[in-house]
T-cell receptor, first 113, second 114 residues
Framework: SAVISQKPSRDICQRGTSLTIQCQVDSQVTMMFWYRQQPGQSLTLIATANQGSEATYESGFVIDKFPISRPNLTFSTLTVSNMSPEDSSIYLC??????????FGPGTRLLVL | AQSVTQLGSHVSVSEGALVLLRCNYSSSVPPYLFWYVQYPNQGLQLLLKYTTGATLVKGINGFEAEFKKSETSFHLTKPSAHMSDAAEYFCAVTLSGSARQLTFGSGTQLTVLP
């Protein structure tokens, strides 16, 4: 399975600011995904990021709030824009391996004050 | 569309006892099924998966799960719980067709009592 790292691992931010989360994979992958895990909740898919094309967002998530970049096959970023306390969550990236198996990064724990 | 139901948001077992975490799915086509574990302050780790073939699948840390199509279930078991098994467990499903979306259950928090 791929080794996935995320930066930062955690952050505390002020409302109204933006945070960019980085996801790095040790091998080339086609599909990368970004998830949100709100406190005490399960995972919700934010968007799917393919290299060379626009990200595909799930219902309830928009590009203006969660812009995503995918400049190459090993890297992606997710920006959480104009943050509010409701954005306090764990943000996880994942990659797709064989047979649609997804492997997850360690997550970024975000607290918005 | 697919969905996953995990019965019991919290399960407590004694150390050495059987662990049984329940997962039922709904899918209109043959599913791929997964169990992930999340330890405190960590990301998700794949425990095991069913895609095709043998319906009883073995994973890491002594866990196993059985795909039962007639019951639309994929329950996770471990014969003897260890203190280190305390974590949140998520069942997930995706379709075996072209769709890639992974749908997660609500999670089960496992507590292991000494």
């Amino acid at each position: 399975s791929a080794v996935i790292s995320q930066k930062p691992s955690r952050d505390i931010c002020q409302r109204g600011t933006s945070l960019t989360i980085q996801c790095q994979v040790d091998s080339q992958v086609t599909m990368m995904f970004w998830y949100r895990q709100q406190p005490g909740q399960s995972l919700t898919l934010i968007a799917t990021a393919n290299q060379g094309s626009e990200a595909t967002y799930e219902s309830g998530f928009v590009i203006d709030k969660f812009p995503i970049s995918r400049p190459n096959l090993t890297f992606s970023t997710l920006t959480v824009s104009n943050m509010s306390p409701e954005d306090s969550s764990i943000y996880l990236c994942s990659v797709e391996g064989q047979r649609k198996t997804q492997y997850f990064g360690p997550g970024t724990r975000l607290l918005v004050l | 569309a697919q969905s996953v139901t995990q019965l019991g948001s919290h399960v407590s077992v004694s150390e050495g006892a059987l662990v049984l975490l329940r997962c039922n799915y709904s899918s209109s086509v043959p599913p791929y099924l997964f169990w992930y574990v999340q330890y405190p302050n960590q990301g998700l780790q794949l425990l095991l998966k069913y895609t095709t073939g043998a319906t009883l699948v073995k994973g890491i840390n002594g866990f196993e799960a059985e795909f039962k199509k007639s019951e639309t279930s994929f329950h996770l078991t471990k014969p003897s719980a260890h203190m280190s098994d305390a974590a949140e467990y998520f069942c997930a499903v995706t379709l075996s067709g072209s769709a890639r979306q992974l749908t997660f259950g609500s999670g089960t928090q496992l507590t292991v009592l000494p």
